[in-house]
């Protein structure tokens, strides 16, 4: 018979439970969990003593176990068994989290180059103050973009999907030194940003003072914005320094080559009156 206080219907328990009548029903037939007694007319009743177990099934379901690995364990529960499925779950559920954030780091760097294109003017310099940067580096490049280039390309790209998972697009870079002297072909390797943590990185883009231009078009449009960015260093009283770093800002929204923008920002620092004296002119 029975009794309210100690038994419960489908309805009542489903509502107990915050699950739904059909769940229960489905969960009573293939064995997960099933009601305490049956009467002859094949209502259903449930205990209070059962919503503990019930708790623990929506628990373990919550959090991504399968029906299959939740029967498995009703087998032959133990607290060793239980702290062997809740230390894997939380593994998983630290690798998601982790996996969320690799994707939120990726938007926002997409979103900020995005931001950057949208002001992009062909040619124009500021003067701009950069914190130091962790960098990840290719192997030698020609810089011809050729059948070894893109072998490089390819060990690259598989190197920072290991990395990263996600990964922004990464791009090139040519010593200040190539660009004074004319000498605008010979690249050094291919670059990505790196991690902020110890071993995170093969070299550092020194924090400092840039100069930051875009080239709207294609790449040999490269050469004509270095010369205007040799220019301003002479007339600014600057010496070009390091290396020059060209990243391509819009990949995600280009429609025609001629709008592609590469954004390339090179390290400077003022020179002191005798080096003004023995500097060479601009290329």
């Known amino acids: 018979m029975k009794t309210k206080n100690y038994l419960y219907t489908t309805g009542e328990f489903a509502k107990l439970g915050g699950i739904n009548k059909r769940t229960l029903h489905y969960y009573d037939e293939i064995g997960l969990f099933s009601p305490a007694y049956k009467a002859e007319n094949g209502y259903r009743y449930y205990t209070c003593f059962q919503t503990v177990q019930l708790e623990l099934i ?3 379901r919550k959090i991504g176990l399968s029906i299959e690995e939740i029967m498995r364990y009703q087998q032959s529960p133990s607290g060793a068994s239980f702290s062997d499925l809740i230390a894997e779950k ?3 559920i630290d690798r998601s989290i982790q996996e969320l954030l690799n994707t939120k780091s990726f938007l926002e760097q997409k979103s900020a180059k995005l931001s950057l294109s949208l002001r992009a003017e062909h040619g124009k310099i ?3 103050t950069l914190p130091e940067q962790p960098i990840l580096l290719s192997a030698p490049i ?3 973009y050729d059948e070894q280039d893109f072998e490089v390309v390819g060990d690259f790209s ?3 999907k290991s990395i990263f998972g996600l990964y922004d697009n990464f791009g090139s870079r040519i010593s200040a030194e190539h ?3 004319g000498d605008f072909q010979s690249y050094d390797s291919f670059f990505a940003y790196g991690k902020q943590e110890p071993g995170g990185c093969d070299a550092v883009r020194p924090a400092g003072n840039y100069l930051r231009t875009f080239c709207v078009g294609g790449w040999d449009k490269l ?3 270095y010369r205007t960015v040799c220019r301003f260093a002479s007339e600014n009283q600057l010496e070009l320094s390091g290396y020059a770093y060209e990243e391509g800002l819009n990949e995600m929204s280009l429609q025609k080559r001629e709008d592609y923008i590469t954004m390339i920002t090179v390290g400077c620092r003022t020179l002191t009156a005798t080096e003004l004296h023995s500097r060479p ?3």
Do not use: C, M, W
């Open 58 to 60: 929506v628990t373990l």
């Open 90 to 92: 939380k593994a998983l």
């Open 126 to 128: 500021e003067r701009i």
């Open 142 to 144: 020609t810089g011809a």
């Open 158 to 160: 598989l190197r920072l």
């Open 179 to 181: 660009i004074l002297n």
């Open 223 to 225: 050469q004509e914005v």
């Open 281 to 283: 002119a601009a290329p």
